[in-house]
């Protein structure tokens, strides 16, 4: 417990693809999330403790570190992977990217909702309740991705049983 530093609380984060489209099929497009995840940990902004990157959407449970702010940090990470994906799509799929062409005065294409999802998280409890709620999307009824949560790449659930980070990128919570 002495890792997590509770003058910034970890957060719970959820942030979804408009409109729901499953942009984030392609691993080359999940790998955008994953680098700029592991930009801003190297950077020393982020701590992530757990995450899950499925077609539509992510979660994570990460916490800003000292001298950051959660707003400005979410916003450069929404911003940089909506601009990557983005440039991605135009280069491999104009048809799909042509899909998140909107009618907005400050963009013509648009990756991300608006309003994402940010709770802080108080205790350890927590974390491990909203650790179990991720690690299990992948095996939703709704996905049925993989059959255990640990065998899906995209997620922090193999980390949290066999203690490898294919990614660099956790820090065990407790």
């Known amino acids: ?17 408009l409109e729901w489209k499953h942009v984030l099929k392609q691993d080359k497009l999940k790998d955008i999330i994953i680098n700029s995840l592991l930009f801003l940990k190297n950077e020393g902004s982020i701590v992530v403790y757990g995450f899950v990157i499925m077609p539509n959407h992510i979660h994570l449970i990460w916490q800003m570190q000292d001298g950051f702010i959660k707003e400005k940090i979410q ?38 909702e608006r309003n994402s999802l ?43 049983e066999t203690g490898i980070d294919e990614f660099g990128l956790l820090r065990h919570y407790n």
């Open 118 to 160: 940010s709770i802080d998280l108080w205790t350890p409890a927590v974390i491990a309740q909203k650790l179990d709620y991720i690690h299990n999307n992948p095996i939703h009824e709704k996905w049925k991705l993989v059959e255990y949560p640990e065998e899906y790449k995209y997620s922090s659930a193999k980390f949290y």
């Open 1 to 17: 417990m002495a890792d997590i530093n509770f003058d910034y609380h970890a957060q719970f984060f959820t942030a979804t693809i």
């Open 75 to 112: 916003l450069r990470f929404l911003r940089y992977t909506g601009q990557q994906i983005k440039f991605e799509l135009a280069k491999t799929d104009p048809d799909r990217l042509m899909q998140h062409r909107v009618n907005a005065k400050d963009r013509e294409y648009q990756i991300w």
